[in-house]
């Protein structure tokens, strides 16, 4: 049963189990922790602040070979006056991610340490408005995406001395790059 801490472990094999679900998106002006309840919630010496159903996470899928997936994180019921902070804000390449865990229903504290479901990083956000509220949708990569990204870079000498200079490892690739090596007799 994957890394769960033993109070996790112990709450999602109880016979009654109260969910939750915590998402924390880190951007310049500050982070953004959000949580699938209502009021607040302190775990970890944080603030979590409730969202009840206006927050909302598409399926995340998990494969059993190594691939990005993305999750798409949704927040409506926004107050059309407060879209403007959305936008101003950057949010490209900004970590997000998203936790699974349970409440103690008599304390309303939150059992163990939640298990991490999905990370990784903003990429699009949609805002569709409707009167006097809106949505703003922001799609999330999985870090994984980084794999399938061209690195610009070139294994010579030159190249070598940008990212550390003296360096001489790779000194000789241009004389040996046209030449023809004859393995054996």
């Not at 939150?110 to 409707?130: A, H, L, N, Q, S």
């Amino acid at each position: 049963m994957r890394d769960l801490t033993a109070g996790m472990a112990a709450a999602v094999t109880a016979p009654v189990i109260a969910p939750i679900m915590l998402a924390e998106a880190l951007f310049d002006s500050g982070p953004v922790r959000l949580w699938s309840g209502y009021g607040e919630l302190s775990w970890a010496g944080l603030t979590w602040y409730g969202t009840g159903h206006l927050l909302s996470v598409s399926t995340i899928a998990e494969t059993q070979e190594l691939r990005a997936t993305g999750a798409t994180f949704a927040l409506s019921g926004i107050p059309s006056d407060m879209v403007g902070l959305a936008l101003r804000e950057p949010y490209q390449g900004r970590p997000v991610r998203l936790l699974f865990g349970a409440l103690d229903v008599d304390t309303g504290v939150v059992i163990g340490d939640p298990y991490e479901v999905f990370g990784g990083r903003c990429d699009v956000m949609e805002i569709t408005e409707g009167g006097d509220t809106a949505t703003i949708e922001v799609a999330v990569e999985s870090r994984l995406i980084d794999l399938e990204r061209t690195r610009e870079r070139r294994y010579e000498h030159e190249d070598q001395q940008t990212e550390y200079p003296g360096d001489r490892g790779l000194e000789y690739v241009p004389a040996i790059q046209n030449q023809s090596i004859k393995w054996g007799r």
